[in-house]
């Protein structure tokens, strides 16, 4: 169509002089609309009121959405790659919004169909959305930056993970002025984050740019670039990366660092009131943060803006980092220390909220440091003849985390027997809640899946030359520069 031929690659090539620090904010302006996805659970606790649901059915709408993730990102990578970040970027803002739209269309209907139809528009359109808004940046700025792909990479990422930062306290708000019951608020809610984020996106989609064929910076000569070790100058197509034992043991990696992370991520509202009770002459169990329901429920939205504040520093400044370290040294930190912190939570969490708030925002920050780092691994390992497939493909790492994250733990919620506090809606009355010790179990299972990870990332090795391209490549990030595969 003549009329959006704007989003055509040949329409996104930056000029001679354009500033490559333009790029991040579009990045951003993206990664933070999407990054709302990590914000789910600030209203997890009137979808399941409104449709009288567990956690395990409500947690549901998160997984399917990052299982789409992956899978639009691993389906649709070689088409990034070909039709460019800005037409990518567009069609990730219509799937994006009109999964909001359909699913508030879900939740007004109500019950069990009403339910699915939340899956299908936040899981399964928004999740489309979800992964092609995902890679579509990350392959650009490690093009901008090949001088520094870690610090490239942790500017586009730390907005997904920052994302929360807004959409906690904004959902919190608009919630709270629609008013109504928890069906209309969401409903409402889900209307208005469509417009916001249609709009937001587009400002991403209309800045964004390739760099024209040859382009680099003006301080940095790539024939003069020493690689570290495990960085190739070769190329790896996406067809033979998936052949390698380097791609599937980062793929556990991934998976095993992403499951851990989201475990926390996909409860942290519910959580930190749940390690913070004590029970009363009469039985109840209150929290020992407030002793106002009302305002601890406030509180937990604050922890989950404030988890979403640890997750954006992660993703920039350890995958900064790793331009110095390594990518496979600070990996070691991610797992080893990532199993420390799920140790010492599961010990000693309940005793100190400073505590518990510090070792969340530590093993959130690593968590979102994995998703930063990892373009850089692949960089690395596969060179950048496609790389946004390769990387779109390892997103099924993702999904399978996003399953296996919030079932863990909501399966393990789910197992045990509640006890009685009080009803925020109601002083008088009383519900279901959990204490710490009900959340042991799942964090112990989270510190084993960190060191499977811990171990996969100790045998990554440099990739054998049979896989490496042969003669003159192109280079899909930019579709025109011709490069020598081996030069």
């Known amino acids: 169509m003549p009329a959006l031929s704007f989003l055509d690659r040949a329409h996104t090539v930056a000029r001679p002089g354009y500033s490559r620090w333009l790029i991040p904010p579009a990045a951003l302006a993206i990664h933070f609309s999407i990054g709302q996805a990590y914000a789910t659970s600030v209203y997890k606790g009137q979808l399941q009121e409104h449709f009288d649901a567990g956690h395990t059915s409500v947690g549901l709408i998160f997984s399917i959405a990052i299982v789409v993730l992956g899978l639009s990102a691993a389906l649709f990578g070689t088409w990034v790659d070909r039709v460019g970040p800005r037409k990518t970027m567009f069609t990730a803002a219509c799937c994006w919004a009109s999964g909001f739209v359909v699913a508030a269309g879900g939740v007004a209907l109500g019950g069990t169909l009403g339910l699915w139809v939340v899956y299908l528009g936040y899981g399964v359109i928004g999740g489309i959305g979800l992964g092609l808004g995902y890679i579509s940046p990350v392959s650009t700025l490690i093009k901008w930056f090949p001088d520094r792909p870690g610090l490239a990479t942790g500017m586009a990422i730390m907005g997904f993970g920052g994302g929360a930062m807004i959409a906690s306290p904004l959902s919190k708000k608009l919630m709270s002025v629609y008013g109504g019951d928890a069906g209309h608020q969401v409903t ?28 680099h910076p003006v301080h940095w000569d790539p024939a003069e670039h020493k690689p570290k070790k495990l960085q190739t100058t070769a190329h790896v197509s996406a067809g033979n990366a998936i052949r390698t034992p380097q791609f599937w043991l980062l793929w556990v990696v991934l998976m095993c660092n992403t499951t851990a992370g989201i475990g926390i991520l996909e409860n942290a509202g519910p959580m930190i009131q749940d390690f913070f009770r004590e029970e009363g002459a009469d039985g109840i169990w209150r929290s020992t943060l407030d002793a106002d329901p009302v305002t601890v429920a406030t509180m937990a939205g604050g922890f989950v803006a404030l988890l979403s504040v640890g997750n954006m520093a992660g993703r920039f400044l350890w995958s900064t980092c790793s331009d110095f370290v390594g990518r496979k040294n600070i990996y070691m930190l991610y797992l080893g220390g990532g199993a420390v912190m799920f140790l010492i939570l599961a010990t000693a969490g309940s005793t100190s909220v400073a505590l518990f708030v510090l070792l969340c925002m530590v093993i959130v920050s690593f968590y979102g440091a994995g998703f930063a780092t990892v373009p850089s691994y692949l960089r690395d390992l596969f060179g950048t003849f496609q790389v946004g497939a390769i990387h779109g493909r390892l997103l099924t790492a993702w999904s ?44 112990y299972i989270m510190v084993g899946v960190l060191a499977i990870g811990f171990v996969c990332n100790l045998l990554i090795k440099p990739v054998s030359e049979r896989f490496h391209e042969t003669g003159n490549v192109t280079d899909a990030a930019d579709g025109a520069r011709s490069v020598d595969a081996h030069s």
Do not use: H, K
């Open 188 to 215: 409402m809610l889900f209307l208005t984050l469509a417009a916001i984020y249609f709009c937001f996106m587009m400002f991403g989609v209309f800045l964004v740019r390739v760099p024209a064929p040859g382009w």
């Open 400 to 443: 399978t985390a996003g399953i296996l994250g919030p079932l863990i733990i909501n399966g393990v919620l789910d197992s045990q027997t509640p006890v009685q506090g009080p009803d925020p809606e109601n002083p008088s009355g009383t519900v279901d809640v959990l204490t710490a010790s009900d959340y042991a179990l799942g964090l």
